[in-house]
């Protein structure tokens, strides 16, 4: 049993009248074409190879409208080739947490009993301590690259996804279409992933969406405190990381215009996220 195709197009037709959604897709969109073609249309070579010293912090001028920051580097080149790193990070990040977190909801939703209770305690453990502190302590020990951030902040991810969807499959489990899938002699396995996933793909997509924002916002933390991938590349929250201390000294730009993008691409997601949750919850 799925849902209809009626459904989804009666949704589909929702999102496409929805402001907000636009919003969110427009403003992600730019971020992501600046992620695909950087290299194409950042002004100065982003590495800053060779680095001019000479025009280090430099105001925001016709040369360079963001200005440069403190080994001379055109801020404006550096912040969109900056998209890139994020942009890989968060949504790989996003989807190990995404197919961790529905596989192991599937398995405590349906099973139950002593199968939920022995999983479900394990993960409400991950749950007690804040994601931050959890991906630092990870990535202290096994060391900051860029592999090791995409799987850390999906691990972090995966209980929280679990739970959304545990309670979405403990619902659809008491159903007919499960209880008929039974009596066809059909195993666990095909009952959840065949049957039952398809009618939690809605809090599924809605969870992907939320938690993108959150990836994007905790690669980009973890980047500020230290813990992000090669220091050479471009990034926003090493930017950041870099340069703050010079905002006592009127040197604003090579914090600014970072922060701004890092703002603007959370809002762009959250939109988005918003209005594909107001879709699925009416």
Known sequence: MTVSGVSRAQRRR??????????GATISLIWI??????????PYDPAGTPTDILNRL????????????????????????????????APLATLIGTVGGTALGLITGYFGGWVDEAVSR????????????????????LGPTTVGVILVIGLVFTPIIARTVRASTLAEAR?????????????PIHIMFVEILPNVMGPIIVE????????IFTTLALSFLG????????????????????????IWW????????????????NLLADAIAQIFET
């Open 208 to 215: 992907f969406t939320v938690r993108l924002g959150y990836a």
């Open 58 to 89: 430099a105001r925001p001028s016709p040369e360079h409208l963001m200005g440069t920051d403190s080994l001379g580097r055109d801020v404006l080149s550096r912040l969109l080739a900056g998209a890139r790193q994020v942009l890989i990070v």
């Open 33 to 42: 074409v600046f992620a695909v073609f950087g290299d194409f249309v950042t």
């Open 254 to 269: 090579p914090t600014l215009f970072p922060a701004l993008a890092i703002a603007s691409l959370v809002v762009g997601v």
């Open 14 to 23: 929702q999102l496409s009248r929805s402001a907000t959604f636009w919003v």
């Open 227 to 250: 813990f992000g991938g090669d220091p050479s590349v471009p990034d926003w929250g090493q930017s950041i990381a870099n340069h703050y201390v010079f905002l006592s000294g009127d």
């Open 175 to 187: 159903l007919d279409y499960v209880t008929a899938a039974k009596l066809r002699g059909e195993g």
């Open 122 to 141: 394990v993960l409400d453990a991950f749950l007690s301590i804040p994601l931050i502190i959890t991906a630092m302590l990870v990535l202290a020990a």
